[in-house]
């Protein structure tokens, strides 16, 4: 079920300093893999994802591939949609943004983000740009995304 109207067009990337969004697909699934697996303890210390069973030491790359075909098949329902962050300077992947329907009572959306310890610098600016994003190019009004 999608939880934005028939007739919005999901925007497909975001520009950002030092990054780029795109829609995940099973394709990223080395460099996700990756990205995460090496940086479980920092993403667990990410505001919003202390409370979480995500990310696992446990979790292999099949069930991760697993993972991402069932983001990419919600992104084309337009039931969730779940972007990867690549550098822009490098390409490669460094973290995800989630925008999925509410989990609490009062908002229109549930976002959260990760970035890799090893770009841990760029949490903050992908916080900014991706609440200046849904303000300007989504039908969203009330954001639930922890505050960095």
Known sequence: MSFVPDDFPVPTSLDGEGFRLEPLTAAHNVQDYAAWHGSIAHIKATPGFATRKWPMEDFSLEQNLADLVAHEDEFARRAG??????????????????????????????????????HAELDKPLYDAVLKWIAMEWPFKSVDYAKR
Not at 106 to 117: A, K, Q
């Open 81 to 118: 949609f779940t972007y990867t962050v690549l550098s822009s300077v490098t390409g490669e992947v460094i973290g995800c943004l989630y925008l999925i329907p509410p989990k609490r009572e009062g908002f229109d959306v549930d976002v959260r983000s990760w970035v890799c310890s090893t």
